[in-house]
């Protein structure tokens, strides 16, 4: 029998080693607290939960920033730039980026009410939305996108922990993980799978703003729309159809519930329909159950065919435009 048990252990001794590993290493930075959750013009390299970041950095500065100003919205909304904000903000406004990685209603809904119970002033507001924000109005398991558990009380703790133990043991993540901290180095097949990220950032904490100033040196070099890039942004529909409605009774009342909280406290909000270079138009019932529920004036459809989806050089790949995008669109709502 002993020996049995041995053989046991010494089956299971390599996912054991694993096991103790993951807790002190804390590769998704959610075990343990941190004052900084990325290191300015550097990688991240281990991709993080995004909501999750924005979410613990807000509750760590809050008593001292006394945010009232926040950008909502998925990845397309980091390259809302506070210095182009604050142009069109009083002075006393304290901006901060609330956003998360492929954002969803039900996270962005999570944010706002949060912010409601804990009393926290939302004078201004900017949400950064399209199709895939708006369809999604229940919670999802995938450690990058699950919701940040002081956003609903704890109450996901064990489901939240669970899914990024899982993205830890995932083989793929093991390998380069590990092959990167034994060797420091950084290989091509680590970008697969979303699992290794090498491209260095800027970071500031106090807004919680990512920006990566390189991709904007690259463009005024001339050496950035490559033929490559060039030849993907050939590919889309000449006639791209409408996105099928996606405001159903769930999604409605979600932003009836987030229009309370900003009628309480008499928010100025823009919800802005970013012009996604597909120019796919957000369904016309969609934008016009958004205007019914916000105001006719809070809401900006800049989806479909305009002068800014023509132009390749406002995006820096097929999902994301570049801040001079978002530089415009706030200067033609304010």
Not at 59 to 74: C, K, L, S, T, V
Not at 236 to 245: A, D, I, L, Q, T
Request: with cysteine.
């Amino acid at each position: 029998m002993k020996r049995y048990l041995r053989q046991i252990l010494l089956f299971f001794s390599p996912l054991l080693l694993l096991l103790a590993l993951y807790i002190p290493m804390d590769p998704f930075k959610v075990v343990f607290s941190h004052d900084v959750y990325y290191r300015s013009g550097q990688p991240d390299y281990v991709v993080l939960n995004r909501g999750y970041v924005s979410t613990e950095t807000f509750a760590q500065q809050y008593d001292r920033q006394q945010y009232n100003a926040f950008i909502f919205g998925n990845s397309r909304s980091i390259f809302w730039r506070v210095s182009d904000w604050k142009r069109h903000l009083p002075q006393a406004a304290s901006p901060f980026h609330f956003d998360g990685s492929d954002e969803s209603l039900y996270n962005l809904h999570k944010k706002v009410m949060y912010l409601g119970a804990n009393d926290v002033d939302i004078a201004h507001a900017i949400i950064v939305a399209d199709y895939s924000l708006f369809y999604r109005a229940e919670e999802r398991g995938a450690h990058l996108l699950i919701t940040p558990p002081r956003l609903v009380g704890y109450s996901n703790i064990a489901a939240f922990h669970g899914s990024f133990l899982l993205a830890y043991l995932d083989p793929h993540f093991l390998l380069a993980y590990y092959d990167f901290m034994l060797t420091g180095q950084f290989r091509d097949y680590m970008r697969d799978h979303n699992v290794l990220n090498a491209e260095p950032m800027h970071y500031d904490r106090v807004t919680n703003e990512i920006s990566y100033p390189q991709f904007e040196e690259a463009i005024a070099e001339g050496s950035f729309y490559d033929a490559a890039k060039r030849e993907r942004f050939r590919r889309r529909s000449s006639v791209p159809p409408p996105s099928p409605p996606c405001l159903g009774a769930s999604q409605r009342h979600m932003l009836k519930e987030m229009q309370e909280v900003f009628a309480a406290d008499s928010t100025e909000l823009r919800i802005v329909i970013s012009p996604l270079y597909n120019q796919r138009p957000l369904n016309p019932k969609d934008v016009q159950s958004l205007r019914e529920i916000f105001g006719e004036s809070c809401v900006a459809n800049y989806s479909g065919v305009n002068d800014i989806t023509e132009d390749y050089r406002n995006y820096y790949e097929l999902s994301h435009y570049r801040p001079r995008v978002a530089a415009r669109i706030m200067q033609e709502m304010y």
